[in-house]
Every structure is written in structure tokens, then in C-alpha cells.
């Protein structure tokens, strides 16, 4: 199979050499824009990795946790009364408010769906509280569906739109605009602060053991059920960030696209190897790269009527062939 | 049962035993009588119900009747007396056209199922049953079940249709005339098929899938299910070759009905083609053929679950490692479970297909996946009168339950309503449906995992947890 592999990988490289060479300006917008597509997709990759890493469950809820971040940020966003391209004065409290208040409010949401729905199926069948977290994904939709109705949920494009810079590249120019930026520099912080928690705090030592073997973790004095509990609620705040920036970045959201990206950003999860954290974010990027070129490049790209194929497909190749992912360990799952 | 289920039942009987009978006296009762007391209880309850809020007439009475005589009389210990209750079901079934119009009103459900609901029930069982196989038996999640009902439905789409135009094939097909283009194969030649293509098309997908195990392979088939609708919603023009294979979000349509043909109906007086039939026969004839459709069904379930084949999968379910110690193996065995599941479905996809003479991409979402595992689960895993029940009554509710529902809460609790004025704007409860779907899911798997009817050897597992690892046991290697 290492030869299958090779050859796909191989053709991709072509595919994508080749858009470079026709037109590396469009090439490079492309890739700016799959960039700020993996930054969103990271943070709720993390969450997917995050909650599989301590309770090896698939918690199908997650992208419409994070869809409703998305909801509650455009809310809030509206009630500020921002127009398009505001000052940075109006513009940072905004977001700042809406950022806290859908962090929270996400992580509080996810935690009591782990308390009610996950909690007390511990010693059920591992397929019990999948199939409530398929339950539990559609409930979510509905409230959603209930608060905001069926229809796009829109918000002013209050991110400016004006050049951080401007190349010129093969005979035409590459433009880099604050709204990509403010994306990533959102993100960064986030990741990081994350990175610390788990690798350099007492609480973050209490996840890494739970995750590892929960007997052994209770038996030192971790508070095994609370551990779970605070993981799921940094998993939910990940999401409720990355919702602010889907809704500030694409200004609109709707009660059923938590699913749909949640399922993609689970395939980056798994590209990178479920339960890693650094590779969710190295997944979430080639992801964002791969939707970017297939639905940006100009020559012979199956277009945006493909990307979910494409992402299934690749989700489909990844646990066929290797399903400890780009960066994960081997796990009884891939024998 | 679940603990908040364990936590109902302890101040149950703490009430009842506040009244004076308390679970000791309960259970020093004979069995059969105990039986009774509940039966002849919730009857009387169900038709209290009736009298207050539903439409009374005497059917209730007949209703009740048949209900206390099915559950009291212990049949099973008379000779032939296992066929007894499926016999009466049966019968019930066959002449449902005839009486259906006569029946009481249930309470805030409201008129009994009309014909194209019981067409669609029967259709859609048909698919929990083939799920069945494959969670029920086998223990395989499968969350891209919609992949077969789709490719089922495109078969029939593509064979009994003007959709190639550019061929000109006629064999069996009925009321077609001559000079028609494209394929027109006999609908009762494209069921089989169907489910035999569906069923290949299963193995060719479980062949390298089915080594995953639990979560992943869920995950897996869930790609699938995503996949297929994707290539049907964009086959009108597969990457701008302009080869239109399933017309795109157009569908396929009108696909041919089902018939005998002149020849035989002149003969036997069956109908020569069900879509020239009168409004009430069409859906007569659809729904008997529905049934006959499940019956074989049910039948193919039994018999698989018994033989050496389905004790494998059973073994599977319980513990994959035993088994394999055992001998069995596991991947042929689950590629089998994988095809039996896919070919029920592709026939009913084929039918369904048929009987709304068109096929559309967006019929087959990943909900409609989940709406049949969910029948599956509510009803009772592995159990094939509890998947009966729980498809009959999903599709229902979906159907024409959830509206029924809605109007009678929006007429008592509504704007203007009769009772006390809550919401004041109507609620479209049917908009609803898949979060009320997944809200059954999350109570069913807290308070009684096992189902409403379940076997009693799957609801042991899940009591045991002898089915796989617990959650929170995870460790080790091996799984």
C-alpha cells in the first residue's frame, strides 16, 4: 500500500506544481485563504482530539458546540452595532466580549453535555454514548434551528478588509488583507495558551494522566470525573473561539453547518493522529490547504461541489491505512 | 436499565408502597397474574385516554380486546402457539385498508395512519430490518446506512427510466409505451438486483473497512454515506465531461411503477400496472406488496439469525477476540453481515424509489441514516418485533405523527388556544422532527439502552457489558 500512497501523494504534488507555475499570484491568495481555513478548523480539531484523547469517544456534538458559538458571537456582535470596517477602537472590545462570553458559554454547554449525556454511560458499551452524542449533535441543531430559524444568521463584515501588503508575483499581485490576519492572530494566542495548560500545569498533568490509564490516575489523587468534566470544558471554549472567528470571518452562519465542518475538522483530527494535539493543528492546516486549492485553483480542480468527497475520501484513506495518523502512536483501534 | 431508569422504578414503588402495596406483595402474586393486573391496568388507562381526549368508538373496545387477549393468554405453551401473535399481527396488517377509516382517535396523535404513511412505514422497516443485520446481529455500527437506500434508489432510477436516452431497452417494464427511450426493465426484476448490486457494492466497501473496529469503522461508513449522496447530488456533469448519470439535484424522474402486465391481469385479475390503479387501490396494492416485501424480510432475518451464519455474528457481537479463538472468521463473517444489510436495503431503495416514481439527491442525508438506526435502537437492537415496532413507529411519527402532535398542541397551548395560551405563535413541531428523533435517541441509551422490546440476550449485554469494552476501561492493549 506504501506504493498507493506514494502515488497519490505524488500526483497531488503534480497538481499542485503545476498551479504554481500557471499562476503563482493565485496560487498564493489560495494559500492564504486555506491558512485562515485550518486556523478555524484547528480550534475545533483540538477539541475533537482533546475529548478522544481522555475518553476515546467520538463526541459528535462538538460542531454544533461550535456552531453555536458561532450563533451566540453573532449575536453579541449585532448588539454592539458595528458597521462595516469599524475603527480598531470599536472594534477590539467587541470582539474581546464576544470572544469571553462564547468561550464560556460553549465550555459550559459542552461540560453539561459530557454531565447528561456521556457521564453516566462510563461502563456501557463503548457504542452507547456514541450514539447519544449522534442524539445529542441533533438536539443541538434544533435549538439552534428554534432560537435562530432555518435561515442564514448574517452579521455585518465588521472585519476590515484593507491590505496588510500587496506583492506583485508573475504579472499579477497577491493581496494579504486584515481580515486573514486578525484570524490568525486570534488563533496563536489560543493554541498556545492551550500548549501551557496541558503541558505545563498541575491540571494539565491531571488530563495527560486520565487520558493514559484513568485507574492508575485515580489511584494518585486525580479527580478522574472532574478531569473529564474540565477537559470538555476547554474543548467546548476552543470551539466557542473558533465560532467567533467562523462568524467574523465568513459573517454568517446557520444551524447545520456545525455538522458538516465538525466532521471536517474530525478528519483532522485524525490526519494528524487523534489524541495529538500538535498534529490536530498540523492536520487542520493540510485540510484548510486541501479545501483552499480544490475549491480556489484554477487548473483541473474538482471544485467546492467536491470538497466534502474529497475531505471523506481522505478521512476514509487515513483509518484504512494508517490509522494512527501523520504524528499519532499506534493504537489498538488500527490493528 | 440506565441509572436515572433505576431511579424512576425506586419512586415508583416507593409510591405505590405508600398506598399499601409495596414491590414484596407485588411479587408474592403468580406470575400470570401479575401479567394480567398490568395488562388489564394500561388498557384501562389507554382507553380512558380515548374516552377523554381521542375520538370513541367501539373499535377501541375490539382494540382493547385483541391487546388483553395477545397478553394474557400465555401462548407460547400451546401447540403452534409462537405463530399465534405473529399470525394475529399479520392479519391485522393484511386487512388494515379495509378498516383503517373505522378507527378511533388516539389522544394528541390523533386519526389512525392513512395508507401512503403505512406504505412508507412498511418501506422504511423493511430498511431497520437490513440495519438490523449489521447492528443488531453483528454489532457493527453503521452510520452511512442512507448509501444503500441511495444506491437502491438510483438502480431503479437508472433501469426504469428515460434516463439514458440514448439506449432504447425494453423488458417487462408495464405501461411503458413502445417508442419510449432509455432502459425499462420489469421493476420486479430491478428489486433483486438492486439488492444484489447494493450487496456488492456493501463488500467492496466493508473489504477494507470492516478490520477498523467499533468508532472508527462508525466514522468510516459515515464517509460513505456522506460520499455517495455527494456523487448523486453531482453526477449531472461528473467534472465537466457533461456524462449525466443521476440528473444532478433534478433527480430521476418519472421512474416506472410496479405491475403484472396485461397478460397476467386478464388472467388472475392482479393489477396490470399499480400507477393506472384508482387512488385507494394504488395505495392497496403498493402497501400489500410493501408488506410482502417485509415478510420475506423478516423471514431472511429469522432464518439467517439461527443458522451457523448468524450465530457467527452473534459471537462477534458479544466478543470479537472469543470468537476469533473460536474459529470464526471475522472478516467474511462481517463482509456477510455487511452485504445482507446492504441488500434489504438497496430493495427497499429500489421500491421506495418506485412507489414515489422518482429518486432526488437530497432524500439521502446523513439524517436519514441516523432516523434508522434510531428506529433500530428505540424499538430494540437485534430484535426483530421491537425493530418492526420501533420502524413503524419513527416513520409515523414522521410522516404524519409529529404534525398530528403539533396541531393538537398548538390547539390547546397555541395562540387562541382551547386550554392556556403558552406560545403565541404556532409551533411547526414537524420542522422538529430529527432533534425529537435525537432526543429519543440520548433517553433511550440513559433510561433503557436495551430498547423497548429487546431480547432478552442483548439486554443481558448491555446489563453484563459483555457486548465490548466500557468507555472507561480503555486502556490496555487489545482493546
Partial sequence: MPMFAAILVGLLLVWLIVNVAKDPADFVTVFFIGLTNGAVYALVALGYTLVYGILELINFAHGDVFMLGGMISATILTAFGLEASASFGALAPAIIVSLLVAMVACGALNATIEFVAYKPLRRAPRLAPLITAIGMSFILQDIALAWKGPEYVSLPAILPRSEVFRVALGGSEVVYTWNKLIVVIITVPVLVALMWLVQSTKQGKAMRATAQDKDAAAMMGINVNRTISFTFLIAGALAGAAGLLYALYFTQVRYDQGFQLGLIAFTAAVLGGIGNLPGAVLGALIIGFIQAFNEGLAWHSPGSDWTQSIVFSILILILVFRPEGLLGERTPEGA | ?479
Avoid at chain 2, 6 to 17: C, K, N, P, V
Avoid at chain 2, 341 to 368: E, H
Wanted: aromatic share 16%; charged share 10%.
Fill in chain 2, 1 to 479: 436499565m440506565g441509572r436515572a431508569g433505576r431511579w424512576i422504578s425506586a419512586h415508583w414503588w416507593a409510591l405505590l408502597g405508600r398506598l399499601g402495596f409495596g414491590k414484596d406483595r407485588w411479587l408474592a402474586l403468580d406470575r400470570n397474574a401479575r401479567r394480567a393486573f398490568k395488562t388489564f391496568f394500561w388498557v384501562a388507562v389507554g382507553l380512558l385516554l380515548i374516552a377523554i381526549g381521542g375520538v370513541w368508538n367501539s373499535t377501541a373496545l375490539y382494540a382493547a380486546g385483541i391487546v388483553i387477549a395477545v397478553l394474557i393468554i400465555p401462548w407460547r405453551r400451546l401447540p403452534f402457539g409462537q405463530w399465534i401473535v405473529p399470525l394475529v399481527f399479520l392479519v391485522l396488517a393484511v386487512l388494515y385498508p379495509f378498516y383503517y377509516t373505522h378507527l378511533f382517535g388516539s389522544p394528541i396523535f390523533g386519526p389512525a395512519p392513512g395508507m401512503d404513511t403505512m406504505v412508507v412505514m412498511m418501506i422504511f422497516t423493511m430498511m431497520a430490518l437490513g440495519l438490523n443485520v449489521v447492528v443488531g446481529y453483528a454489532g457493527l455500527l453503521d452510520l452511512g446506512y442512507v448509501a444503500f437506500y441511495a444506491i437502491g434508489a438510483y438502480m431503479a432510477g437508472w433501469f426504469a427510466s428515460s434516463q439514458f436516452a440514448d439506449r432504447k431497452i425494453h423488458f417487462g417494464a408495464v405501461g411503458i409505451t413502445p417508442s419510449a427511450p432509455g432502459f425499462h426493465i420489469s421493476i420486479w426484476l430491478i428489486l433483486p438486483a438492486a439488492g444484489l448490486v447494493t450487496a456488492l457494492i456493501g463488500v467492496l466497501i466493508g473489504l477494507p473497512t470492516l478490520r477498523l473496529r467499533g468508532d472508527y469503522l462508525a466514522i468510516v461508513t459515515l464517509g460513505f454515506g456522506e460520499i455517495i449522496p455527494q456523487i448523486a447530488r453531482n453526477g449531472d456533469n461528473f467534472f465537466g465531461t457533461g456524462f449525466n448519470l443521476t440528473g444532478g439535484t433534478q433527480g430521476l424522474t418519472p421512474i416506472d411503477g410496479p405491475g403484472f402486465g396485461n397478460f397476467i391481469s386478464e388472467h388472475t385479475g392482479l393489477p396490470a400496472n399499480y400507477l393506472f390503479l384508482q387512488t385507494a387501490d394504488f395505495y392497496k396494492a403498493f402497501y400489500w406488496t410493501a408488506l410482502l416485501l417485509v415478510l420475506f424480510t423478516v423471514f431472511c432475518s429469522v432464518r439467517l439469525r439461527d443458522s451457523r451464519l448468524g450465530r457467527a455474528w452473534i459471537a462477534i457481537r458479544e466478543d470479537e477476540i472469543a470468537a476469533a479463538a473460536m474459529g470464526v472468521p471475522l472478516m467474511r463473517t462481517k463482509t456477510w453481515s455487511y452485504a445482507t444489510g446492504a441488500f434489504f436495503g438497496g430493495i427497499a431503495g429500489a421500491y421506495f424509489a418506485s412507489f414515489k416514481s422518482a429518486t432526488f439527491p437530497d432524500d439521502f442525508f446523513f439524517n436519514i441514516s441516523v432516523f434508522i438506526l434510531c428506529m433500530v435502537i428505540l424499538g430494540g437492537i437485534g430484535n426483530i418485533p421491537g425493530v418492526i415496532f420501533g420502524a413503524c413507529f419513527l416513520a409515523y411519527l414522521n410522516q404524519e405523527g409529529l404534525s398530528n402532535i403539533g396541531g393538537w398542541l398548538n390547539g390547546h397551548f397555541g395562540p387562541g388556544g382551547t386550554a392556556v395560551e403558552v406560545w403565541h405563535k404556532p409551533v411547526d413541531v414537524p420542522l422538529y422532527n430529527f432533534g425529537i428523533f435525537g432526543l429519543i435517541l440520548v433517553i433511550v441509551m440513559l433510561v433503557r439502552p436495551e430498547g423497548l422490546i429487546p431480547s432478552r440476550r442483548r439486554a443481558a449485554e448491555f446489563h453484563e457489558g459483555v457486548h465490548d469494552q466500557p468507555l472507561y476501561d480503555v486502556s490496555g492493549p487489545g482493546g
